[in-house]
C-alpha cells in the first residue's frame, strides 16, 4: 500500500473508532485513550491527524455530511424519502453516523458547531424539495425551506426517541410514520400514489450506494466526496 | 406562613433554580453551589428537599410532567394542538420546561431516565386522540399511538432545532408547520376546517391555565396536580 493510502486508511479508522467512543460516552466523558484503545494506533499516530479531541469531533461531524448521497430517481421527491430511509439505515448501523448523531444533539458548552449538521441537512433536503417543485411534483402551496427543517427537525427527535427506545430499531417505522402524515400535504396527488414508503428501503439503497462507492473508487472517481463538501459550502 | 407552606416554596425556588441551572450547563456540567447561589438558600435547605444532584434532576423532570394541562375544548383535537403551542411556549419562558427539556434529551450514563417524560407526554397525546376519535374527530386510518409517538418525537427535535438557532424564538412557527403539515391526515375534513393553529395561541392558554391555576389553590383544590400524578402512573 503506498504512503498516502495508508494513512488515508488510518485516518479512518481513528474516526471510526472515535464516532463510536463519542456514540457510547457523549463528548465530554470520551477520552483519547479510548479511542486510542479501540482503533489499535499509536498516540503519535492520533495527534498526527488530530491534535485535540474537539478536532477529532468536528471531524465525525464533517465526515457525516460527506457521507450524505442519495441514488438519482425518476421521482425527484423519491429522493427525499430515500435521504430519511438511508439515513435511519445508517443510524442503526454505521459508526461515523451514530457518533455525529450524538455530538449535533449534544448541547455541550464546547466549541462544537452542533449547527453543522442540521444546516448541511436542511440545505441538501431543500435543494431536493426545490428541484421536485420546478418539475411540478410539489404543491404550490408548499414553502420548501419550512418543510425540510421540519423534516431535519422532527428526524433528529424521532431518531432521539429511537434510540432511547430501541437503540435506533424501529426508527425506520417512525420515519415512515412521519412521511405517511406529511407527504399528502406537499406531493401532488399523481405523484404521492407512486412514491415508494416501505422502511425496507433502506437498507437496499445503502447497498447500493456502497456498491457504486467502491466501483467509483476503482476509477480514482471523487465525484461523492465533492458533491459533500460543495453542499459543506453551501451550509449557511 | 405556615411552616409547610414555607417548605413547599422553598422546595419550588430549589428546583427553579435547579431546572435554570440543568437548562445553561446540561446535568454533568451543572453544580450544587451554582444551584445554591441562585436559589438563595442554605445547604442545608437543599439537601434536606433533595439528598443529590441527580434527586433534583428527577424532580425537575417530574414537575415537569406534573405541569402538563390544557383548558377543555368543544373540539377535542384542539386541545391536542393546544397542548404543543402551550408547551412551545412554556418552552421559551418557563425555567422547569427549559431545565427537564435538556435533561430529558441528554444521553449521559448517570442514572437519569431520559424515557420518563417521552413516555409520559406520548401517553398524555395518546389520550387526547383516542377521545378526539370516538367522537368523530380523527379519521378512521390514524393509529393514535403512531400519531401519538409521532407527535412527541418531532416535538422533541423541532424544539432542538429551534433552541440552536433561536432559544426557542421560532419553536412556535415550527410546531405551526408541522400542524398544517400533519393536521390534513389526522383530523376529518370538517373539524380541520375549524381548528385554530396560530401560533400566537400558546401565550394565550399560557396566561388562562395559570389563573385558573391560582384560582384553585385558593380553594384548596389539587385537581391538576392529581391529574399529572395519575399520568405519571398511567407512563408504561
Do not use: C
Given at each position: 500500500m503506498?504512503?498516502?493510502?495508508?494513512a488515508?486508511?488510518?485516518?479512518?479508522?481513528?474516526?471510526?473508532?472515535a464516532?463510536?467512543?463519542?456514540?457510547e460516552?457523549?463528548?465530554?466523558?470520551?477520552?483519547?485513550?479510548?479511542i486510542?484503545?479501540?482503533?489499535?494506533?499509536?498516540?503519535?499516530?492520533?495527534?498526527?491527524?488530530?491534535?485535540?479531541?474537539e478536532?477529532?469531533?468536528?471531524?465525525?461531524?464533517h465526515e457525516?455530511?460527506l457521507?450524505?448521497?442519495?441514488?438519482?430517481?425518476?421521482?425527484?421527491l423519491?429522493?427525499?424519502?430515500d435521504?430519511?430511509?438511508?439515513?435511519?439505515?445508517?443510524?442503526?448501523?454505521?459508526?461515523?453516523?451514530?457518533?455525529?448523531?450524538?455530538?449535533?444533539?449534544e448541547?455541550?458548552?464546547?466549541?462544537?458547531?452542533r449547527?453543522?449538521?442540521?444546516s448541511?441537512?436542511?440545505s441538501?433536503?431543500?435543494?431536493?424539495?426545490?428541484?421536485?417543485?420546478a418539475?411540478?411534483?410539489?404543491m404550490e402551496?408548499?414553502?420548501v425551506?419550512?418543510?425540510a427543517?421540519l423534516?431535519?427537525?422532527?428526524?433528529?427527535g424521532?431518531?432521539?426517541?429511537?434510540?432511547?427506545?430501541s437503540?435506533?430499531?424501529?426508527?425506520s417505522?417512525?420515519?415512515?410514520?412521519?412521511?405517511e402524515?406529511?407527504?399528502?400535504?406537499?406531493?401532488?396527488?399523481a405523484?404521492?400514489?407512486k412514491?415508494?414508503?416501505?422502511?425496507?428501503?433502506g437498507?437496499?439503497?445503502?447497498?447500493?450506494?456502497?456498491?457504486?462507492?467502491?466501483?467509483?473508487d476503482?476509477?480514482?472517481?471523487e465525484?461523492?466526496?465533492?458533491?459533500?463538501?460543495a453542499?459543506l459550502?453551501?451550509?449557511?
Open positions: 503506498a504512503r498516502q493510502d495508508r488515508i486508511r488510518t485516518r479512518r479508522v481513528i474516526l471510526e473508532a464516532a463510536s467512543v463519542f456514540d460516552l457523549g463528548f465530554d466523558r470520551a477520552t483519547i485513550a479510548e486510542l484503545a479501540r482503533a489499535g494506533v499509536t498516540k503519535g499516530a492520533l495527534y498526527f491527524h488530530f491534535p485535540s479531541k478536532d477529532l469531533a468536528l471531524a465525525v461531524l457525516q455530511v457521507d450524505i448521497a442519495v441514488r438519482p430517481q425518476q421521482i425527484k423519491q429522493e427525499f424519502v435521504a430519511g430511509q438511508i439515513l435511519a439505515y445508517r443510524l442503526r448501523h454505521d459508526a461515523i453516523q451514530r457518533g455525529a448523531a450524538r455530538l449535533a444533539i448541547q455541550g458548552s464546547n466549541h462544537l458547531d449547527k453543522q449538521s442540521m448541511a441537512w436542511s441538501f433536503v431543500e435543494g431536493l424539495l426545490k428541484e421536485a417543485k418539475r411540478g411534483e410539489v402551496s408548499v414553502n425551506r419550512d418543510t427543517e423534516f431535519v427537525g422532527a428526524f433528529a424521532l431518531q432521539m426517541m429511537s434510540k432511547a427506545f437503540d435506533q430499531g424501529d426508527l417505522h417512525r420515519l415512515t410514520v412521519f412521511f402524515h406529511t407527504l399528502p400535504t406537499i406531493a401532488v396527488p405523484i404521492l400514489a412514491l415508494k414508503l416501505d422502511p425496507e428501503r437498507a437496499q439503497l445503502d447497498a447500493e450506494l456502497r456498491s457504486q462507492a467502491d466501483g467509483e476503482a476509477d480514482g472517481g465525484d461523492a466526496a465533492e458533491a459533500g463538501a453542499l459550502d453551501a451550509a449557511p
